[in-house]
């Protein structure tokens, strides 16, 4: 589609740019149609222009806010407008470094929390109209581990390098399970209490994001669907709109998705 028609699209579509890359993703445009919804991601949202504000619903209560973090499994819907918004897996070990450099202002009776001026500026600085996605991640990471922050534990660094490097399989409890020497209900209990989530709803959020990847390209979503391991196309729609509170559909006028390389934590970049 040319470009002088994209600003003629009725606004429940999103528009704009999304890069994803192992456990971390990123979205800078235009926010369309969305329902409330949870995903297993910690979430980053900004307004792109400095003076903006954003509005994010959770609950029964709004925030009109600069910038905000949005905890993972908390339910919320972001009103119509222009965003920039970070996604980082509960996985992911940058997860643990955004925590600890946040801990000074999450509150512990609220899942969403306002993010400081200072943060939205340095946001801002390394995400906005940046060429290479990767490198604005690099940056945060650097900025953000100036700070000591809590290591993980030996088994969760196992489990996040076994799952880098088998990301794009539909692996089973009994298979990664195999890895750590546990039992099948051992490993889950122990997934779940770490990680807040079931593995089995982890697996299917990591089919979910393995679906965007190739929604950019000309694949019905049918086809989409099957090869993200989902039984149906219709599976694959519930499975979005519970997680993102939008239909794959919306986001067809996206022009391209960037793909990521995996983020390291020897990635900070100075």
């Given at each position: 589609?040319?470009?002088?028609?994209?600003?003629?699209?009725?606004?429940?579509?999103?528009m704009g740019r999304i890069a994803i890359g192992y456990g971390i993703g990123y979205f800078e445009g235009a926010v369309g149609d969305n329902s409330p919804h949870r995903h297993h991601a910690h979430q980053l949202s900004f307004a792109k222009q400095q003076g903006e504000r954003i509005q994010v619903i959770a609950d029964?209560?709004?925030?009109?806010?600069?910038?905000?973090?949005?905890a993972a499994n908390t339910l919320h819907h972001l009103q119509q407008g222009t965003y920039c918004s970070i996604y980082i897996d509960q996985t992911h070990f940058l997860a643990d470094v955004i925590q600890h450099y946040l801990q000074a202002y999450l509150q512990p009776d609220s899942s969403i929390t306002i993010?400081?001026?200072?943060?939205?500026?340095?946001?801002r600085a390394c995400f906005i109209e940046q060429n290479q996605t990767f490198e604005s991640f690099q940056k945060l990471l650097s900025y953000c581990s100036e700070s000591n922050f809590k290591a993980q534990s030996v088994r969760e660094e196992r489990l996040a390098k076994f799952l880098i490097l088998n990301h794009q399989q539909n692996l089973t409890v009994k298979q990664i399970a195999t890895q750590f020497n546990l039992s099948e209900s051992r490993f889950s209990h122990w997934f779940s209490e770490n990680f807040g989530i079931s593995y089995r709803?982890?697996?299917?959020w990591l089919r979910l994001l393995q679906s965007f990847q190739a929604i950019d390209?000309?694949?019905?979503?049918?086809?989409?669907?099957?090869?993200?391991?989902?039984?149906?196309?219709?599976?694959?729609?519930?499975?979005?709109k519970q997680m993102f509170g939008i239909q794959p559909?919306?986001?067809k006028f996206i022009p391209s998705i960037e793909q990521m390389p995996i983020l390291l934590l020897s990635d900070q970049k100075l």
């Open positions: 589609m040319a470009q002088s028609n994209l600003y003629n699209l009725p606004a429940k579509y999103w029964d209560y709004c925030i009109w806010s600069s910038g905000v973090y949005i993010l400081p001026e200072s943060l939205v500026s340095i946001l709803s982890y697996r299917k390209q000309d694949i019905n979503l049918t086809s989409i669907a099957h090869h993200a391991h989902f039984s149906d196309q219709a599976h694959f729609s519930r499975t979005c559909s919306l986001l």
